[in-house]
């Protein structure tokens, strides 16, 4: 179970993450193309100071983590984690700005490395010493099992955008 939980953890994780700075670079792109679009899309400049951004997001839920563990279970961390993860990634279809994109981004980034935190810590907690090196090896060979079908997913063009028109006029952008 563990396996398959850090599998699809690090599917979305590594893909969204090889994604940040080209999403960053396409709303640059897209205000460049639209200036008088009511939305505002960062600079090209700033495509990797946000992109370190989301890496510095990480920091204070780490911190928070192994001080208040012991007040709850890692299960539940774990739970609250990935289900707010979903909330985040679901809310990437609805954003409107450069701001409401980073701001996301750090969740996610903040929120998944607390996950795959977490995995870790229960791999050490649940199996007895003879067999925790078997189990972080193997779930390691699943976590880059999923980053590398991650990046396959990525490769294949499954989130290329395209800019559009609608009958209305209204322009549209697809990622």
Excluded at 7 to 17: F, G, N
Excluded at 69 to 85: A, D, G, P, R, S
Excluded at 127 to 139: S, V
Excluded at 150 to 161: A, D, E, K
Aim: charged residues 10%; contains cysteine; hydrophobic residues 50%.
């Amino acid at each position: 179970m563990l396996c398959i939980t850090i599998l699809y953890t690090m599917v979305s994780y590594y893909t969204l993450m090889l994604w940040f700075p080209e999403l960053f670079q396409r709303f640059a792109k897209y205000e460049i193309m639209y200036p008088e679009e009511s939305a505002s899309y960062p600079r090209h400049d700033n495509v990797f100071f946000h992109t370190l951004l989301s890496g510095l997001a990480c920091v204070p839920l780490s911190i928070i983590l192994p001080l208040t563990v012991k007040y709850t279970e890692y299960k539940i961390y774990l739970i609250i984690c990935t289900f707010l993860c979903t909330i985040v990634t679901i809310s990437f279809f609805f954003i409107r700005s450069s701001t409401q994109n980073l701001i996301l981004s750090c969740i996610f980034e903040a929120l998944t490395s607390i996950c795959m935190s977490i995995i870790f810590c229960m791999i050490v907690d649940l199996f007895p010493t003879n067999l925790r090196m078997m189990a972080a090896a193997l779930a390691t060979f699943c976590a880059r099992l999923g980053s590398f079908a991650g990046n396959i997913w990525l490769l294949n063009g499954q989130l290329l955008s395209t800019i559009d028109t609608d009958s209305s006029g209204t322009t549209l952008l697809y990622v």
